[in-house]
């Protein structure tokens, strides 16, 4: 089953009501609208790493020995973004449990994506980290336009 239909005509409208309408119901399902949004922007994405890796320069600097790319990234989304549900079988037994694991930046949207880079960048400023945003950068022409 696909995890997302975006729907953008009749036609596709069409093929969800006949993907529905095949459904096999073997345990009871959720379906949810939501206006869609383009996922965070690539530029979003590289500005994100970054800025982690400043962070992690940074933290390293104050004696944060453990505090690499990753740990920082993975600081930032607990701190930020939070966890969601995931559902996991065991290869061995078949027994599926639910474990909470950190959202993916990868899925999120460019408003999200520009929320969670604000929360870091607030955050920054707080522990006294000043972050590079390039003048070229999606982020900073968005923080402009908002200044206006």
Same mark, same amino acid.
């Given at each position: 089953?696909?995890?997302?239909?975006? $729907?953008?005509? /009749?036609?596709?409208?069409?093929? $969800?009501?006949? &993907? !529905?309408?095949?459904?096999?119901?073997?345990?009871?399902?959720?379906?949810?609208?939501?206006?869609?949004?383009? /996922?965070?922007?690539?530029?979003?994405?590289?500005?994100?790493?970054?800025?982690? +890796?400043?962070?992690?320069?940074?933290?390293? /600097?104050?004696?944060?020995? =453990?505090?690499?790319? !990753?740990?920082? +990234?993975?600081?930032?989304?607990?701190?930020?973004?939070?966890?969601?549900?995931?559902?996991?079988?065991?290869?061995?037994?078949?027994? !599926?449990?639910? !474990?909470?694991?950190?959202? /993916?930046?990868?899925?999120?949207?460019?408003?999200?994506?520009?929320? &969670?880079?604000?929360?870091?960048?607030?955050?920054?400023?707080?522990?006294?980290?000043?972050?590079?945003?390039? =003048?070229?950068?999606?982020?900073?022409?968005?923080?402009?336009?908002?200044?206006?």
């Amino acid at each position: 089953m696909p995890e997302s239909i975006v $729907l953008r005509n /009749s036609y596709d409208k069409k093929q $969800l009501i006949d &993907f !529905v309408n095949s459904m096999q119901l073997f345990k009871p399902m959720r379906a949810e609208f939501k206006e869609h949004r383009e /996922s965070r922007s690539i530029d979003q994405n590289s500005l994100m790493h970054m800025w982690f +890796k400043e962070l992690s320069t940074y933290l390293i /600097s104050k004696g944060r020995k =453990t505090a690499d790319e !990753v740990f920082t +990234k993975e600081l930032m989304k607990h701190t930020f973004l939070g966890y969601e549900a995931k559902d996991r079988t065991n290869a061995l037994t078949g027994e !599926v449990v639910t !474990v909470q694991v950190l959202r /993916s930046t990868r899925k999120l949207d460019t408003g999200e994506a520009t929320y &969670f880079l604000d929360q870091v960048n607030s955050w920054a400023i707080d522990v006294g980290c000043l972050l590079t945003i390039p =003048t070229t950068s999606d982020y900073y022409k968005n923080k402009a336009k908002q200044s206006c």
